[in-house]
């Protein structure tokens, strides 16, 4: 069966390690990862995988934010191209049968267009898996409390009719 594994890393580079021993423990088909702090001009490899990101640096040219997908040279697969302004990238890649995989980051600190969240669903070849750090609290996925951007991805899962892949337990651990 194919895995796929999302990540809130909080730096490519500085867990460069980890990406390796979660590769080696469960062989996943793609690894969706956020926060991924890498800006263009730097290097990001890891041996077997197609690496698909796209950076985010702040108003002083800091890294911040920054999304990928590690993709195994094993499983076929294609880049989405996507016109957004949100951080995602999305590859088609063979699991079962071919489908979309779309890794997406909403920092906790800015506001996100309900346009921008439709204008991504309508790009993205269905079928279509979207997962990433959407830093949305909410019962529905296993949060104690609810926050605004909680209740927008409530929103646009029921305007979309979108399934939503949670058995109820927390999706956040603090290490």
């Not at 969240?117 to 296993?142: A, K, Q």
Request: hydrophobic residues 35%.
């Amino acid at each position: 069966m194919a895995c796929v594994v999302s990540w809130n890393c909080r730096g490519f580079r500085s867990k460069v390690c980890h990406i390796k021993d979660l590769i080696y423990e469960v062989h996943p088909v793609c690894i969706a990862l956020q926060e991924t702090y890498l800006k263009p001009a730097d290097i990001a490899k890891i041996k077997r995988y197609s690496l698909v990101r796209k950076d985010n640096e702040n108003e002083s040219g800091r890294a911040s934010g920054g999304v990928a997908l590690l993709v195994s040279h094993d499983t076929p697969s294609s880049v989405v191209t996507l016109h957004t302004n949100l951080q995602a990238v999305a590859v088609r890649v063979m699991l079962s049968n071919l489908v979309t995989v779309c890794t997406l980051y909403l920092p906790p600190s800015t506001s996100v267009n309900d346009r921008d969240l439709d204008r991504l669903v309508d790009e993205l070849p269905t079928p279509f898996i979207i997962i990433g750090d959407f830093n949305g609290h909410s019962p529905v996925w296993g949060s104690k409390n609810t926050n605004t951007c909680g209740r927008q991805i409530e929103e646009f899962v029921n305007t979309h009719s979108l399934c939503l892949l949670n058995n109820g337990e927390d999706t956040y651990f603090h290490q």
